[in-house]
């Protein structure tokens, strides 16, 4: 997780990033962070087709 926040100080601007940060947050068991990090990723690119999938099924489990 270190290097992925070191990598978003450097630029947060990058979807991939933060859908990175999301699938490590939610093997961490951290599914409202994680859902915030596929968030931003959605933010950014809202056509980020791996994002969807991620949060959907994330949202899936949860509800």
Known sequence: ???ID???KI???IPHIWLTKGEI??????????LNAFNEALKLDP???EAKKSR???L???N
């Open 25 to 34: 947050l939610l093997c961490l068991d951290k599914k409202k962070d994680a």
């Open 56 to 58: 959907e099924e994330l």
């Open 6 to 8: 070191m990598a978003l």
């Open 47 to 49: 056509d980020y087709e």
């Open 1 to 3: 997780m270190k290097y």
């Open 60 to 62: 899936a489990k949860i």
């Open 11 to 13: 630029d947060s601007k």
